[in-house]
């Protein structure tokens, strides 16, 4: 890890805010495939910068479901929301790749309404650990 853990943390959240702000936007300008994506790396992001805040070095996965269990071991409220968040996960490979969907390319298979769930999702994510870093940094 380089240098405090929680600043490490909120780096990571710095940048998943950020990524939120890019995500919104291709949605609205028809890129829904990349916001999908990006929704997927903003709820990596974000997981990762609990984790980090809290002292984790060395995180490993990409799996947003993994990165809900992880946490658990600090705050249970990660626990109740794997399954629901796990949903994220689908856009890691679909959205990059033409051979993840037989018969059609990612630019094709997304739609306004797939990508402003996934960028709800992810909001929803990077809000939960927004708010539950500042409080631990009270």
């Known amino acids: 890890m380089r240098g405090d853990s929680r600043e490490e943390g909120k780096r990571w959240l710095?940048?998943?805010?950020?990524?939120?702000?890019?995500?919104?936007?291709?949605?609205e300008r028809g890129g829904y495939y990349?916001?999908?994506f990006l929704s997927q790396q903003i709820a990596e992001k974000a997981l990762k910068a609990f984790l980090y805040f809290s002292g984790e070095e060395i995180i490993l996965t990409h799996s947003v479901q993994r990165l809900t269990q992880l946490?658990?071991?600090y705050d249970p409220i990660f626990w109740d929301r794997?399954?629901?968040y796990a949903i994220v996960d689908t856009f890691y490979?679909?959205?990059r790749y033409p051979n993840a969907l037989p018969g059609t390319i990612p630019?094709?298979?997304?739609?306004?309404?797939t990508a402003l769930r996934a960028i709800s999702m992810a909001d929803e994510i990077t809000t939960l650990v927004d708010r539950l870093i500042k409080e631990l940094a009270l």
């Open 14 to 27: 710095d940048q998943a805010k950020e990524d939120l702000k890019w995500a919104k936007e291709l949605a």
């Open 34 to 36: 990349l916001a999908c």
């Open 71 to 73: 946490p658990s071991r």
């Open 82 to 84: 794997k399954g629901r």
């Open 93 to 95: 490979l679909t959205t």
């Open 107 to 113: 630019a094709h298979a997304f739609d306004k309404e």
